[in-house]
């Protein structure tokens, strides 16, 4: 057997394989569309890795701001134009799916069962990527990870900066 054939042979068989464990997991593992049709558990996995050091050290705290930024992911991706909501639905869907895993992180781990490190790591790599897709695809989870949070009020000190007071005193 040439080694041509041999390689040719390997990714055929490869291919195939992811095509059939996303089939087949399709229905049986996986997010359940009718409960998190908003890609809820999706984001509550990538906030904290994106919000490392914002988010509160005690854990009911923690939790309570994740959920106000999940909420505020919601609100905010339901005001985006419809082709960026179109293009972010797509990456989502690959997010979620075994084969569109692979494709964009090389490994079909869903995100849920990964470690933190593992989850930077992955970011990382799409940060400085070569394909101005995996760049885009990071840029715009982190973007609306960061504008959802601070987005809130409370999280402004942080930031150093104060609600304009030039409107209070027109009243």
């Known amino acids: 057997m040439e080694r041509r054939t041999f390689i040719t042979t390997a990714l055929a068989g490869t291919a195939c394989l992811a095509l059939g464990v996303n089939y087949y997991s399709s229905d049986y593992v996986g997010v359940n569309k009718e409960?998190?049709?908003?890609?809820?558990?999706?984001?509550?996995?990538?906030?904290?890795?994106?919000?490392?050091?914002?988010?509160?050290?005690?854990a009911a705290l923690k939790r309570d701001a994740v959920n106000r930024t999940l909420d505020s992911i919601e609100h905010t991706i339901s005001l985006l134009p419809q082709d960026s909501f179109d293009e972010?639905?797509?990456?989502?869907?690959?997010?979620?799916?075994?084969?569109?895993?692979?494709?964009?992180?090389?490994?079909?781990t869903p995100l849920m069962m990964r470690k933190q490190p593992e989850l930077i790591e992955m970011l990382q790599s799409w940060r400085t990527s070569y394909m101005d897709m995996m760049v885009t695809a990071y840029q715009g989870l982190r973007e609306l990870v960061m504008a959802s949070y601070y987005s809130s009020p409370e999280h402004w000190s942080r930031l150093h900066y104060a609600k304009p007071t030039f409107l209070e005193n027109m009243k």
């Open 88 to 108: 972010l639905e797509q990456l989502l869907e690959m997010l979620e799916g075994r084969l569109g895993l692979l494709i964009l992180t090389g490994s079909m």
């Open 35 to 58: 409960l998190d049709d908003k890609h809820r558990l999706l984001f509550s996995v990538l906030v904290p890795v994106f919000l490392d050091g914002a988010l509160p050290d005690v």
